[in-house]
């Protein structure tokens, strides 16, 4: 069985070789500048999936008043397809409606066609949205 829990301090380089061996990682994003920037949110919408003080999986969601996002929804491959990305979606949306949050949404890239079955199963669908996306800062 494994435990959710909101990130901690000490759990950087964890997350971030999770997130390098999940293939989430991209040279434009700074995965420690990324958690750094979530941190100041103090939110507490990111959570880690640990079982025998192991990370096994994270979610980094976020609520900007009028929708609440999913980001790094990461599990360990020895980990996929036993639950643990479900529990970890459902306490981020158990979290997200106790801060009055209305919808949910995520982004997923085109040819990630396992994740997309992923979501679809958890009652996510395709919205009719062309995403647009500025830098405001170069990292």
């Not at 639950?83 to 009055?100: D, F, M, N, S």
């Amino acid at each position: 069985m494994f435990i959710i829990r909101p990130y901690l301090e000490s759990d950087l380089d964890d997350v971030i070789a999770l997130w390098e061996l999940c293939g989430l990682t991209r040279p434009w994003n700074n995965p420690e500048i990324d958690i750094f920037r979530k941190l100041a949110q103090r939110d507490q919408l990111f959570l880690l999936a640990v079982k025998d003080n192991q990370l096994i999986a994270t979610v980094m969601g976020g609520y900007d008043g009028h929708r609440g996002w999913v980001n790094y929804l990461a599990v360990h491959p020895n980990f996929q397809r036993n639950g643990v990305a479900t529990a970890l979606v459902q306490q981020l949306e158990k979290r997200l409606i106790a801060l009055g949050c209305p919808k949910l949404q995520l982004l997923i890239r085109k040819d990630n066609i396992d994740v997309q079955s992923f979501y679809e199963q958890l009652g996510y669908n395709e919205i009719e949205v062309i995403c647009l996306g500025k830098r405001l800062i170069q990292d």
